[in-house]
Each structure stands twice: as structure tokens, then as C-alpha cells.
């Protein structure tokens, strides 16, 4: 074995040296200090070019050992993909805990004002395979692994805080429905077809969930403007085992906002990365995502008089019922070092709770606390994932369990059981007073398969969500119910889908049957009459939670030769103060040439920069350089996208024959701001702080 005995991390052996890389891996060295390529085994290699093989023609020859095991190792580089979540994004950060909440719990990361704890989180789309794309309309993952003083708590959320179905034994139902077809595996990453709305329309309690994933909460601008939810009711314990339940949320601290449909259809093709793309160039920038850790805390008697079980996953419960008690914030400041590595191999499992944090009877969590572990070890392949880096806790590991496959960590000495009468040396012993207990929650009960008469209402909720949304979202919500209803070819489907909607909002059922051409059916048969009185809750709409800045958005300034030097900078300097990003969007790459003769490198080709990447955008292009413009149809698509998309659009007034050509002209309303000069641009980003211009969408067709 090599030893460092240099102190700069090389170790000479004669014309060989080892150094030690950035991440602690050594590497042989040549003479001129470059690494040496080896194989598994170590053994220095001298060609990778050529296989060996007998004379210059072949054949090749068994015996090429570095050939056979670099092939062998290729083979089986895959592992089979999540069942659900498949494809996903993580990245490394820490959770800072604002006061203390020993006064509900006796959890280690939630002790001391201040501290920090490390995390990694992963987020995902649920239906796709690995390669599909981001913007699939999906709910998205949201699963956070504490790496806690008392090891790892794993809160494995969602970006909805419902659920589609109450009994943990109907998910591979559900899911299988989700997924591909299994005859023609196809369509993927979509809901929109037969098998999900036969089965989710025979379900009615999956109707609360239906009008969450038809809204925009399942196309969202990216990870970093969207809500997480722990969604179960869990429980917190103190240290006198005193138990307070708890709905866990995560509230982003720059806002909510989702992009429309029709951008969605359209980002997926021009930047399918285009969520995981948003938190790497996010992190790497220096500009970290955050968001703030919530609980709504609350007790039996409350649970007793709430409208609905806070054990039924398919219920919220209402903030302006319960606030939400800020507790901390979560910080997204480092990317993974390889995706295989961390990304893939993360394993989140819902049973991994800490000493005070623990579960509720919820269905839907008690069967998932069987699944998670279960699935890890047919991905991972053996119980000893837990060693894996980004699995490992951070507290130290010390128990009997041995063996295994790729068994990394071991104990030494003796003693591999307990009790044991080896003292000191025979390893470790509980701890009754620092260990993990259950809380003691009584039951009784005859055992029945059997669902509770409180979990019966299943479109009150619906209703309330329904109506708490803006005239814009739920006029995208009935679009998103036509839109994947006319993908589904069974009329028996679409109708008794729109006959459950007669139990949410009578108007959304004319609407849905009206965009479908079909007639309104009989509402469906309800378990429970749909209640009317709810009060809306303004914490359910996006727009209502939308951004108070520009930060984290981000600008397309399309440019042509001869753009205004002067505004140029001016728009991007002001943006930039502002927290946004800013692109420029030039005929070529190579940039334009600039009214002082300058040069203005483009960060995209206007092929490859289509609008749809930007919250806002500009169009600063000289009036030749327009005419120019105009006879490109990607330039003409990249303003009548961003119009048609409801997006500010800055303009310089010379750039008229682009928005002639794409037909705009007689349509420039409000949401244009002209950029005569520079003392334009403070009245364009305060226009553009508001997004987008959702009036157009109102006006009649
Ligand atoms: Fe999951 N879910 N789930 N789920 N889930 C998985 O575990 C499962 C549910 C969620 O980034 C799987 O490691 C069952 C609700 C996330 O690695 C699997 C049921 C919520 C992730 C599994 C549910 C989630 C998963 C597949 C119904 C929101 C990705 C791969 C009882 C609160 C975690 C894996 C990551 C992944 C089972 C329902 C969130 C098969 C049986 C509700 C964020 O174990």
C-alpha cells in the first residue's frame, strides 16, 4: 500500500508517483503528472485502443483480461430505474432551524436555534421512465433525507399535499393504470389516455387529487418555485412523550409559478432538461434555492372537530384553518459530484424517522413504510445500500448486521450478537433513554378489511380547491381536463369522468362536456353530498402566491446586428440587479455586432433559444436587423410564443417588422413596454415582475 509521506498528497516511486485527488481517490501518476488509466485491479494499462488479437487482422484473443473486464464492467452499468420517480434531480444542502421546538418534540435537528443540518433532496416526475422528459404535466417528487446527529430522517413528499387514493394496497393499481400501456408501452410520462382516466374516473376518491394535477401545480416553472408536502399526518413527540401532529409543507421562498400548457408541450422539446438545467445552473451560479420547512401542529381535539379524518391522505387541511408555523429554512448549495453516485442511488425510505418524529395510522403511509425499504433493495441490490455515501448516515453506525452483498463496513473483534458477556469489547447496547420508541397510541378493534365511513366525502375538497383558484387557473384546469379526456378514446371513459365532475362545480362540468362536444351526463352517485360551504383558501392558487421579484427569473434578449449598445447593457445590468438571469438570443451563435461597434457574444441561437426558456423578454434588435428577423421562423415563433404565453414583452420601437411579420402589431397591448432608451428599462422589469399578462387569455375567443 502507497503511504503520503510527501505532505502534498504525492508519494514518489521512482518514475510512478500517487497523488490524491479532490475527492480523497488517489491516482497513479506518470512522469508529467498526468493520471495513469489503470484497470479494476489496479494494473496500469497501456492500451486502450486496440483489443489484443493475433496479427494485425485477428482474430482477437480471450486472453485480453483489460478488455474483457472493461466490457464486463459496461454490461452491467444500469440498474433497473425507480418504479416510480424514475427520473429525477438531487443536490446537497442544509436545513437551518429558526427557534427551538422542544416544546413539541424531542428530535435532535429540531433542539437548537441556529444549527444546521445536512441534507441532500431529490425531486422527480412520478409516470415517466428515467429519459422522459421535465415538463410532463405530473406531480412532482419532493424527498428530503435529514442527515441528522441521530441519524436519518427521510421525508419523502410530494409538490400536491393529496393524494390519489387512501388504501396503500390500490397504488400498484393506480400506478400500473399511470404508466404505458402494457401491450404498446406507450404513451409515456402522461395521463393522458384511456387506462388512467378509466381507473381514476371508477375511484372517486382519487376527484381532490384530480383537480390539483389538472391545475398548473403539475407543470411548474421549475423546482425552485414550487410547494412540498409531507402529505400524511405525522406525529411529533417531545421528551415527556407528550405527541402533537404535524402536516409537514415546504414553502419556496422566491414564490410559486408554473408555466402554461402549450410552453410545456413546447420546453419539452427545446430543453427536455429543462428543471434539472434550472437547479444546476441555479447552485453553480451562487444563486441558492431555498425554501422554508412548515408545520401545521395540532392535537386531538382539534383532529376530533376538523370537517374531515386527518388520517385520509386525500385531505388537506385548510392554512387559513391552521397557519403554518415557519420553522426553518432548507438551502440547496451544492450539485452532486456524479449522478449515478448521488442521484441514483439515493434511497428514501419512509420509515426512516428519528427519536421524535413518528407515524399516525394513515393507510397510505403504513403500506409505504413497507414499500420503500422493500423496492431499495431490488434497485440497489443488497441490504447494504446504507453504506452508500450519500445513504450513510452522518451519526456513527453500530450494530450485529454483517455480511451481505458489497458489505463495505464491518466491526471488529469478537462479538457479532447481543447479549453478550464480553464487556466493553462485545460492542453495542441499547439505549432506553436516547433510543427510538414508538408513541403508544391505543387501538382496538376487530380486524376488517374495511374503510372508514370518515373517509367517505370525496368532493367536498374538490369544490373548495376548485374555487379558491383565480378565473385564469380554473380556466386552466378545465382546459387540462378537455385536453387529456380528448386523448382518451372510450366516450364511456370521458363521460363518467365528466359525470363526477357534476359533484365538484356544475360549471366545470358544462365547460369540460362543452370542449369534449359531448352532453352533460347524470353526476355520478356520491357516498357523501358535496359540501357548499366551505370557505375558499386563498393558499391554493398559484397566482395568488406568485413572486414579490425578479429573482431567479430569467430574460431572452433577442438581438440582431446594430442592437442599441447603450440599452443592450442597460437591460441586462438592471435585470441582473434584479436577481435574474440574463440570455442573449442572437441569429448566430457568434453574437451580433452592436451600435458602437462592439461585439455581443449570443448565449443561444435563436433556434435553440426559443422564448419558452425565458420568464420575460426583449427584442432589441436595429430596424435591418428586424427585416432580418422577420424572415426567420423561429424568430417570428419566439414573439408569438411569448405573446401567446401571456409574457412581457420588452421592444424597441425600430424592431417593428419582426412583430409585423409575426402578426402582432394590431395585438400589442399592455404587456408590451416599449424601450425607446434606457430610462425605459426600471418600467419594463416592474412590468415584468408581474409575469405574465393573463388578460389576454380572458378575452373571448
Ligand atoms: Fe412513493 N414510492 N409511494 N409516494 N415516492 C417511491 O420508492 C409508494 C407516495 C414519493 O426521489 C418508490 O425509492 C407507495 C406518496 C417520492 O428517490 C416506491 C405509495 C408520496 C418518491 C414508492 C406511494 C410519495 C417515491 C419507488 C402508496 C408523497 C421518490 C422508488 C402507498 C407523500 C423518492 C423508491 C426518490 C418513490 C412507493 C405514495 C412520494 C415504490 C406504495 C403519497 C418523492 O417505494
Redesign the pocket.
Known amino acids: 500500500m502507497v503511504a503520503d509521506g510527501s505532505g502534498d498528497g504525492s508519494v514518489d516511486l521512482g518514475d510512478q508517483a500517487v497523488q490524491r485527488g479532490a475527492g480523497g481517490e488517489t491516482h497513479q501518476v506518470a512522469g508529467d503528472g498526468v493520471p495513469v488509466l489503470t484497470t479494476a485491479q489496479g494494473v496500469p494499462v497501456a492500451d486502450d485502443q486496440n483489443t489484443l488479437r493475433v496479427g494485425a487482422r485477428g482474430p482477437a484473443l480471450l486472453e485480453d483480461a483489460h478488455f474483457r473486464e472493461k466490457i464486463f464492467h459496461f454490461d452491467h452499468e444500469r440498474i433497473p430505474e425507480?418504479?416510480?420517480?424514475a427520473r429525477?434531480y438531487g443536490a446537497h444542502g442544509y436545513f437551518e432551524l429558526y427557534e427551538s421546538l422542544s416544546d413539541v418534540t424531542r428530535a435532535d435537528l429540531f433542539a437548537r436555534a441556529g444549527e444546521r443540518t445536512e441534507v441532500f433532496v431529490?425531486f422527480?416526475t412520478v409516470a415517466g421512465n428515467k429519459g422522459s422528459a421535465d415538463l410532463a404535466r405530473d406531480v412532482r417528487?419532493?424527498?428530503v433525507k435529514f442527515y441528522t446527529r441521530e441519524g436519518n430522517w427521510d421525508l419523502?413528499?410530494?409538490n400536491i399535499p393529496v393524494?390519489f387514493?387512501q388504501d396503500?394496497i390500490k397504488?400498484p393499481d393506480l400506478i400500473h393504470a399511470a404508466k404505458q400501456e402494457p401491450d404498446r408501452g406507450f404513451p409515456q410520462a402522461q395521463t393522458a389516455h384511456d387506462n388512467f382516466w378509466d381507473f381514476v374516473s371508477l375511484s372517486p376518491e382519487s376527484t381532490h387529487m384530480l383537480m390539483w394535477i389538472m391545475s398548473d401545480r403539475t407543470i411548474p416553472r421549475s423546482f425552485r418555485f414550487m410547494e412540498g408536502?409531507?402529505?400524511?399526518t405525522f406525529r411529533l413527540v417531545d421528551a415527556q412523550g407528550r405527541s402533537t401532529y404535524v402536516k409537514f409543507h415546504w414553502k419556496p421562498k422566491d414564490g410559486l409559478q408554473s408555466v402554461v400548457w402549450n410552453e410545456a408541450v413546447k420546453l419539452n422539446g427545446a430543453d427536455p432538461d429543462f428543471h434539472r438545467r434550472d437547479l444546476w445552473d441555479a447552485i453553480e451560479s451562487g444563486s441558492f434555492p431555498e425554501w422554508e420547512l412548515g408545520m401545521q401542529l395540532f392535537d386531538d381535539e382539534f383532529a376530533d372537530r376538523f370537517d374531515f379524518d386527518v388520517l385520509d391522505?386525500t385531505k388537506i387541511i385548510p392554512e387559513e384553518l391552521l397557519p403554518v408555523r415557519r420553522v426553518g429554512r432548507l438551502v440547496l448549495d451544492r450539485v452532486v459530484d456524479n449522478f449515478f453516485a448521488e442521484t441514483e442511488q439515493?434511497?428514501?425510505c419512509t420509515q426512516n424517522v428519528v427519536p421524535g418524529i413518528d407515524f399516525t395510522d394513515d393507510p397510505?403511509l403504513q403500506?409505504?413504510n413497507f414499500?420503500?425499504l422493500d423496492?431499495?433493495l431490488k434497485?440497489l441490490g443488497s441490504p447494504n445500500f446504507t453504506q452508500l455515501p450519500v445513504n450513510a448516515p452522518r451519526s456513527a453506525v453500530d450494530n450485529f448486521q454483517q455480511d451481505g452483498h458489497m458489505a463495505y463496513r464491518h466491526r471488529r473483534g469478537r462479538a457479532n450478537y447481543e447479549p453478550n458477556s464480553w464487556g466493553a469489547a462485545g460492542g453495542p447496547r441499547e439505549d432506553p433513554a436516547r433510543g427510538f420508541t414508538t408513541f403508544p397510541a391505543e387501538v382496538a378493534g376487530p380486524k376488517r378489511r374495511i374503510r372508514p365511513e370518515s373517509f367517505a366525502d370525496h368532493y367536498s375538497q374538490a369544490r373548495q380547491f376548485f374555487l379558491s383558484q383565480t378565473v385564469v387557473e380554473r380556466k386552466h384546469i378545465a382546459d387540462a381536463f378537455v385536453f387529456e379526456l380528448s386523448k382518451c378514446d372510450e366516450e364511456p371513459i370521458r363521460s363518467r369522468m365528466v359525470a363526477g365532475l357534476r359533484n365538484v362545480d356544475e360549471d366545470l362540468a358544462q365547460t369540460v362536456a362543452d370542449g369534449l362536444g359531448m352532453p352533460l351526463p347524470d353526476a355520478l352517485p356520491a357516498a357523501r353530498p358535496t359540501r357548499t360551504d366551505l370557505p375558499v383558501s386563498p393558499a391554493l392558487s398559484i397566482l395568488q402566491n406568485g413572486p414579490t421579484s425578479l429573482s431567479g427569473r430569467k430574460l431572452g434578449v433577442l438581438v440582431s446586428d446594430g442592437t442599441d449598445a447603450s440599452l443592450a447593457s442597460a437591460v441586462r445590468e438592471a435585470a441582473e440587479a434584479q436577481g435574474m438571469t440574463v440570455e442573449i438570443v442572437a441569429p448566430t451563435v457568434g453574437g451580433v455586432s452592436l451600435s458602437d461597434g462592439g461585439r455581443l457574444a449570443g448565449d443561444q441561437k435563436v433556434d435553440g433559444g426559443p422564448s419558452v426558456l425565458y420568464d420575460t423578454v426583449a427584442v432589441l434588435a436595429s430596424a435591418e436587423g428586424a427585416a432580418l428577423l422577420a424572415k426567420l421562423p423561429a424568430a417570428r415563433d419566439f414573439v408569438t410564443d411569448a405573446y401567446a404565453h401571456c409574457k412581457i414583452v420588452g421592444y424597441v420601437p425600430d424592431a417593428a417588422a419582426l412583430f409585423d411579420a409575426a402578426g402582432l402589431t394590431p395585438l400589442m397591448d399592455d404587456g408590451f413596454v416599449a424601450l425607446a432608451d434606457p430610462a425605459a428599462v426600471p418600467a419594463f422589469l416592474d412590468r415584468a415582475s408581474q409575469l405574465r399578462h393573463w388578460e389576454r387569455q380572458l378575452q373571448p375567443a
Open positions: 425507480r418504479v416510480v420517480h429525477g431529490r422527480s417528487g419532493f424527498a419523502v413528499g410530494n393524494f387514493i396503500a397504488f408536502f409531507g402529505v400524511h391522505p439515493v434511497a428514501f397510505l403500506g409505504r414499500s420503500y423496492t431499495q434497485r
